[in-house]
T-cell receptor, first 111, second 114 residues
Framework: SQQGEEDPQALSIQEGENATMNCSYKTSINNLQWYRQNSGRGLVHLILIRSNEREKHSGRLRVTLDTSKKSSSLLITASRAADTASYFCATLADTGNQFYFGTGTSLTVIP | EAQVTQNPRYLITVTGKKLTVTCSQNMNHEYMSWYRQDPGLGLRQIYYSMNVEVTDKGDVPEGYKVSRKEKRNFPLILESPSPNQTSLYFC?????????????FGPGTRLTVT
Protein backbone atom coordinates (compact mmCIF):
# COMPACT_ATOMS: atom_id res chain seq x y z
CA SER A 1 0.00 0.00 0.00
CA GLN A 2 1.14 3.53 -0.72
CA GLN A 3 -0.90 4.94 2.09
CA GLY A 4 0.82 7.51 4.27
CA GLU A 5 0.90 7.79 8.01
CA GLU A 6 0.19 10.66 10.33
CA ASP A 7 1.59 11.41 13.70
CA PRO A 8 0.31 11.76 16.31
CA GLN A 9 -2.87 9.76 15.96
CA ALA A 10 -4.54 11.99 18.53
CA LEU A 11 -3.69 15.39 19.94
CA SER A 12 -5.37 17.34 22.72
CA ILE A 13 -4.46 20.97 23.40
CA GLN A 14 -5.83 24.07 25.11
CA GLU A 15 -7.45 26.82 23.13
CA GLY A 16 -4.84 29.37 22.03
CA GLU A 17 -2.01 26.85 21.80
CA ASN A 18 -0.44 25.74 18.54
CA ALA A 19 -1.10 22.31 17.08
CA THR A 20 1.42 20.45 14.93
CA MET A 21 0.74 17.26 13.06
CA ASN A 22 3.04 15.33 10.78
CA CYS A 23 2.57 13.25 7.68
CA SER A 24 4.94 10.74 6.13
CA TYR A 25 4.46 9.25 2.70
CA LYS A 26 6.08 6.60 0.56
CA THR A 27 6.27 7.61 -3.10
CA SER A 28 7.46 10.55 -5.15
CA ILE A 29 4.73 13.13 -5.26
CA ASN A 30 3.44 15.92 -7.42
CA ASN A 31 1.69 17.72 -4.59
CA LEU A 32 0.54 17.20 -1.04
CA GLN A 33 -2.76 18.42 0.33
CA TRP A 34 -4.24 18.72 3.80
CA TYR A 35 -7.90 18.11 4.53
CA ARG A 36 -10.09 18.54 7.56
CA GLN A 37 -12.98 16.29 8.54
CA ASN A 38 -15.54 17.04 11.20
CA SER A 39 -16.90 13.90 12.80
CA GLY A 40 -18.41 11.58 10.18
CA ARG A 41 -18.74 14.32 7.58
CA GLY A 42 -17.12 15.01 4.23
CA LEU A 43 -13.57 16.25 3.95
CA VAL A 44 -12.80 19.88 3.32
CA HIS A 45 -9.66 21.00 1.53
CA LEU A 46 -7.35 23.24 3.56
CA ILE A 47 -4.13 23.81 1.65
CA LEU A 48 -2.02 22.40 -1.19
CA ILE A 49 1.76 22.46 -1.43
CA ARG A 50 3.60 21.48 -4.59
CA SER A 51 6.66 19.23 -4.60
CA ASN A 52 8.93 22.15 -5.49
CA GLU A 53 7.70 24.24 -2.56
CA ARG A 54 9.04 24.02 0.97
CA GLU A 55 6.59 26.11 2.95
CA LYS A 56 3.17 27.60 2.48
CA HIS A 57 0.86 29.72 4.61
CA SER A 58 -2.87 30.24 4.64
CA GLY A 59 -4.36 32.23 7.50
CA ARG A 60 -3.51 30.36 10.71
CA LEU A 61 -2.18 27.37 8.76
CA ARG A 62 1.45 26.74 7.94
CA VAL A 63 2.52 23.72 5.92
CA THR A 64 6.05 22.52 5.33
CA LEU A 65 7.25 19.87 2.93
CA ASP A 66 10.52 17.95 2.97
CA THR A 67 10.65 15.74 -0.10
CA SER A 68 14.03 14.27 0.88
CA LYS A 69 12.44 12.88 4.03
CA LYS A 70 9.05 12.28 2.39
CA SER A 71 7.33 14.19 5.14
CA SER A 72 5.12 17.19 5.72
CA SER A 73 3.84 19.04 8.74
CA LEU A 74 0.73 21.12 9.37
CA LEU A 75 0.86 23.82 12.02
CA ILE A 76 -2.34 25.45 13.25
CA THR A 77 -1.56 28.55 15.27
CA ALA A 78 -3.71 30.06 18.03
CA SER A 79 -6.10 27.12 17.95
CA ARG A 80 -9.81 27.48 18.61
CA ALA A 81 -12.42 25.02 19.84
CA ALA A 82 -13.86 25.08 16.32
CA ASP A 83 -10.61 23.55 15.03
CA THR A 84 -11.56 20.28 16.72
CA ALA A 85 -11.62 17.76 13.87
CA SER A 86 -9.59 15.07 12.15
CA TYR A 87 -6.87 16.18 9.77
CA PHE A 88 -5.62 14.16 6.82
CA CYS A 89 -2.78 14.59 4.41
CA ALA A 90 -3.21 13.38 0.85
CA THR A 91 -0.50 12.97 -1.75
CA LEU A 92 -0.89 13.02 -5.50
CA ALA A 93 1.61 10.58 -6.94
CA ASP A 94 3.71 12.00 -9.76
CA THR A 95 3.27 8.77 -11.73
CA GLY A 96 -0.49 9.03 -12.17
CA ASN A 97 -3.76 10.41 -11.00
CA GLN A 98 -4.15 8.58 -7.74
CA PHE A 99 -4.45 10.13 -4.34
CA TYR A 100 -3.11 8.48 -1.21
CA PHE A 101 -4.39 9.59 2.16
CA GLY A 102 -2.74 9.36 5.53
CA THR A 103 -4.39 7.71 8.50
CA GLY A 104 -5.32 11.03 10.09
CA THR A 105 -4.72 12.99 13.27
CA SER A 106 -7.64 13.61 15.62
CA LEU A 107 -7.29 17.07 17.13
CA THR A 108 -9.24 18.16 20.19
CA VAL A 109 -9.04 21.80 21.25
CA ILE A 110 -10.25 22.33 24.79
CA PRO A 111 -11.97 25.68 25.44
CA GLU B 1 -24.12 26.16 -4.82
CA ALA B 2 -21.15 24.05 -5.91
CA GLN B 3 -21.49 20.63 -4.40
CA VAL B 4 -21.08 16.88 -4.58
CA THR B 5 -24.16 14.91 -3.59
CA GLN B 6 -24.42 11.26 -2.64
CA ASN B 7 -27.43 9.04 -2.15
CA PRO B 8 -28.39 7.34 -0.01
CA ARG B 9 -26.69 8.78 3.06
CA TYR B 10 -27.33 5.67 5.12
CA LEU B 11 -27.93 2.14 3.91
CA ILE B 12 -28.34 -1.16 5.69
CA THR B 13 -28.46 -4.20 3.45
CA VAL B 14 -27.87 -7.94 3.46
CA THR B 15 -25.07 -9.97 2.00
CA GLY B 16 -25.40 -10.52 -1.74
CA LYS B 17 -28.09 -7.95 -2.49
CA LYS B 18 -26.85 -5.67 -5.28
CA LEU B 19 -26.81 -1.98 -4.50
CA THR B 20 -25.82 1.30 -6.12
CA VAL B 21 -24.65 4.47 -4.42
CA THR B 22 -25.10 7.51 -6.61
CA CYS B 23 -22.75 10.47 -6.83
CA SER B 24 -23.35 13.69 -8.71
CA GLN B 25 -21.42 16.95 -8.99
CA ASN B 26 -22.50 20.28 -10.45
CA MET B 27 -19.06 21.83 -11.00
CA ASN B 28 -18.36 20.36 -14.44
CA HIS B 29 -15.35 18.52 -13.03
CA GLU B 30 -13.63 15.93 -15.18
CA TYR B 31 -12.06 13.96 -12.31
CA MET B 32 -14.25 11.94 -9.94
CA SER B 33 -13.31 9.36 -7.36
CA TRP B 34 -14.67 6.99 -4.74
CA TYR B 35 -13.09 6.34 -1.35
CA ARG B 36 -13.87 4.18 1.60
CA GLN B 37 -13.00 5.23 5.13
CA ASP B 38 -12.40 2.69 7.88
CA PRO B 39 -11.25 3.33 11.46
CA GLY B 40 -7.48 3.49 11.73
CA LEU B 41 -7.01 3.17 7.97
CA GLY B 42 -7.86 6.64 6.76
CA LEU B 43 -9.30 6.96 3.26
CA ARG B 44 -8.48 4.48 0.53
CA GLN B 45 -9.25 5.09 -3.10
CA ILE B 46 -11.54 2.54 -4.74
CA TYR B 47 -11.90 3.81 -8.32
CA TYR B 48 -11.35 7.06 -10.12
CA SER B 49 -12.36 8.53 -13.44
CA MET B 50 -10.47 11.09 -15.49
CA ASN B 51 -13.43 11.78 -17.77
CA VAL B 52 -16.50 10.24 -19.38
CA GLU B 53 -16.00 6.56 -20.21
CA VAL B 54 -12.53 6.58 -18.58
CA THR B 55 -12.21 4.74 -15.26
CA ASP B 56 -9.26 3.24 -13.39
CA LYS B 57 -8.73 1.10 -10.32
CA GLY B 58 -7.53 2.65 -7.11
CA ASP B 59 -6.01 0.87 -4.15
CA VAL B 60 -9.00 -1.27 -3.13
CA PRO B 61 -11.20 -1.99 -6.21
CA GLU B 62 -12.14 -5.60 -5.42
CA GLY B 63 -15.88 -6.09 -5.05
CA TYR B 64 -16.80 -2.74 -6.62
CA LYS B 65 -17.76 -1.47 -10.04
CA VAL B 66 -18.18 2.04 -11.39
CA SER B 67 -19.38 3.67 -14.56
CA ARG B 68 -19.00 7.15 -16.03
CA LYS B 69 -21.57 7.63 -18.74
CA GLU B 70 -22.12 11.31 -17.99
CA LYS B 71 -19.68 13.90 -16.75
CA ARG B 72 -21.69 14.79 -13.65
CA ASN B 73 -22.48 11.25 -12.39
CA PHE B 74 -20.22 8.52 -11.05
CA PRO B 75 -22.20 5.70 -9.40
CA LEU B 76 -20.58 3.05 -7.24
CA ILE B 77 -21.98 -0.44 -7.68
CA LEU B 78 -21.66 -3.36 -5.28
CA GLU B 79 -22.81 -6.41 -7.22
CA SER B 80 -22.71 -8.79 -4.24
CA PRO B 81 -22.00 -6.89 -1.03
CA SER B 82 -20.22 -8.64 1.82
CA PRO B 83 -19.83 -7.64 5.48
CA ASN B 84 -16.22 -6.51 4.89
CA GLN B 85 -17.63 -3.75 2.67
CA THR B 86 -19.31 -2.18 5.67
CA SER B 87 -17.74 1.25 5.66
CA LEU B 88 -18.17 4.99 5.17
CA TYR B 89 -17.98 5.88 1.49
CA PHE B 90 -17.09 9.23 -0.01
CA CYS B 91 -17.34 10.51 -3.54
CA UNK B 92 -15.10 13.37 -4.60
CA UNK B 93 -14.50 15.47 -7.69
CA UNK B 94 -11.73 17.72 -8.93
CA UNK B 95 -11.17 20.11 -11.77
CA UNK B 96 -8.81 18.34 -14.16
CA UNK B 97 -5.68 20.31 -14.47
CA UNK B 98 -2.18 18.95 -14.70
CA UNK B 99 -1.56 18.38 -11.88
CA UNK B 100 -4.80 17.69 -10.07
CA UNK B 101 -5.66 20.14 -7.32
CA UNK B 102 -8.11 20.11 -4.47
CA UNK B 103 -10.88 17.59 -4.29
CA UNK B 104 -14.46 18.41 -3.30
CA PHE B 105 -16.07 15.72 -1.19
CA GLY B 106 -19.64 14.58 -0.83
CA PRO B 107 -21.23 14.16 2.62
CA GLY B 108 -20.63 10.41 2.75
CA THR B 109 -22.70 7.23 2.63
CA ARG B 110 -22.62 4.97 5.65
CA LEU B 111 -23.12 1.39 4.47
CA THR B 112 -23.77 -1.59 6.71
CA VAL B 113 -23.82 -5.08 5.21
CA THR B 114 -25.21 -7.80 7.49
Amino acid sequence: SQQGEEDPQALSIQEGENATMNCSYKTSINNLQWYRQNSGRGLVHLILIRSNEREKHSGRLRVTLDTSKKSSSLLITASRAADTASYFCATLADTGNQFYFGTGTSLTVIP
Amino acid sequence: EAQVTQNPRYLITVTGKKLTVTCSQNMNHEYMSWYRQDPGLGLRQIYYSMNVEVTDKGDVPEGYKVSRKEKRNFPLILESPSPNQTSLYFCASSDYRIPLGEQYFGPGTRLTVT
